[in-house]
């Protein structure tokens, strides 16, 4: 392979780094240097230009940071790993899924998919309280069932949460859900 193409090659597998015009830029620049006789440069040479890189790295200095407050309350089963109960970011509220768990007593509640369906609710609700939001604020909701059988059982439960009009709502069957629950269920609401 020819100088200039290796350095064509190295720019094409590398084109996703850079914005178009600087990818345009750079490879110009190095075909023009390695077809003229002056003095090759390298792939890398050609791929670390000061303008491309000031081209790909100067748009990202413009991105914002998100703002996010954690929301935590004693009410529901606190976070046992590197994940908040919920996250308030502009005009919404993200809950992390909620298990069946009493939070006075660590368990799940006797009984079956009907009382952990209640238990989950009572957790997001919890936490959405702790935010300001009630139930009705809710937009859309997911439901984790370890069995899809369960669905109808899980479903009387859920309607005493919510009101028309009703939130979006995903329901799906997993495989298996932490500590052995039938159910989990995360939702977003809406501040405003």
Request: zero cysteines; aromatic letters at 8%.
């Amino acid at each position: 392979m020819a100088y200039g193409q290796e350095v064509t090659a190295a720019l094409r597998r590398n084109q996703r780094m850079y914005t178009s015009a600087a990818y345009r830029r750079a490879k110009s620049n190095a075909q023009a240097i390695t077809s003229s006789g002056k003095t090759a440069i390298t792939p890398s040479e050609a791929l670390t230009s000061s303008e491309a890189l000031t081209s790909y790295v100067e748009p990202m200095r413009n991105l914002k940071k998100i703002d996010m407050k954690a929301i935590s309350t004693t009410k529901a089963p606190g976070a046992i790993g590197p994940y908040s109960q919920a996250i308030k970011v502009g005009d919404f509220v993200y809950t992390s899924g909620q298990l069946p768990i009493d939070p006075s007593t660590g368990a799940f509640p006797d009984g079956g998919i009907k009382e952990q369906t209640r238990q989950a609710l009572q957790n997001v609700k919890a936490i959405l309280e702790e935010a300001g939001v009630a139930m009705n604020q809710v937009v859309k909701t997911t439901v984790f069932l370890a069995d899809m059988h369960d669905f109808a059982d899980m479903n009387s439960i859920y309607a005493e949460f919510f009101s028309e009009p009703y939130p979006a709502r995903s329901a799906v069957a997993v495989k298996t859900l932490p500590k052995g629950a039938m159910v989990e269920i995360e939702v977003v609401a809406s501040v405003a």
